[in-house]
């Protein structure tokens, strides 16, 4: 990937520097700069921790869960509040900002399914592990996993349990418990027995699963080089 946003770098170079020769390509080359089209870029490698990762049912899943806010604290934050459409899934200012400012610039999802490592730093090494981190972040939209079992099951359970089978008993839940929420809610997520808390993690795992066959979808829309090269 590396090689090929390299050369596609200096290939753009060229054009910008000489646009007079650009009418006298050789053969070889109009077949290197074909080449770089976006449209030309070998399929993405499968990811063999998310079973749904292809799946039309788990896409559409979690394309409502990406645009439904009420995962957060206040009720009005989604993952496309930071993650624009119409801004190729980024929001355009040097910080994101969901309940508070965070550090550092949103990441674009357009072709993220083909980056190897997630987050400016690479902390993440799948996209449902991406997508799990501002869920609960506190600054970013604040939510908990007993939150996100209790939604799920409220507002998806048909398409939760079609793709992964039974969520957990909801009516035995904290509403707002999580390993990395406020003081109270991780005093009520340690209230909870060993496999009550792994059956919600795995939940929400599951949830973040459907988000990112979702992201896995989105693309860059035609550029100028692609314009250029056509």
Request: hydrophobic content about 45%; aromatic content about 8%; overall charge neutral.
């Amino acid at each position: 990937m590396r090689v090929r946003f390299c050369a596609c770098v200096g290939v753009a170079l060229l054009l910008w520097t000489s646009t007079a020769a650009a009418q006298d390509w050789s053969d070889a080359e109009r077949a290197v700069i074909g080449s770089l089209r976006l449209n030309q870029q070998p399929a993405a490698v499968p990811d063999p921790s998310n079973a749904v990762a292809a799946n039309p049912a788990a896409v559409a899943l979690g394309r409502q869960l990406f645009f439904d806010p009420r995962f957060s604290r206040n009720g009005a934050i989604s993952c496309a509040t930071c993650h624009d459409p119409g801004k190729q899934f980024q929001d355009g200012v040097p910080r994101g900002t969901g309940l508070a400012t965070v550090e550092r610039r949103t990441m674009p999802l357009a072709g993220v399914v083909f980056n190897a490592w997630q987050f400016w730093d690479g902390r993440k090494d799948s996209l449902w592990a991406q997508a799990m981190g501002p869920i609960e972040d506190p600054r970013e939209m604040g939510g908990n996993r007993t939150r996100a079992v209790h939604l799920l099951a409220a507002h998806y359970r048909h398409p939760y349990e079609s793709l992964f089978g039974r969520l957990p008993d909801d009516a035995r839940l904290p509403a707002n418990a999580g390993p990395l929420g406020s003081p109270e809610e991780v005093a009520a997520w340690n209230r909870m027995d060993a496999p009550t808390q792994a059956a919600v993690t795995r939940a929400f795992v599951n949830m973040a699963k459907a988000i990112a066959a979702f992201e896995a979808t989105l693309r860059h829309s035609e550029s100028r080089f692609d314009r250029y090269a056509e």
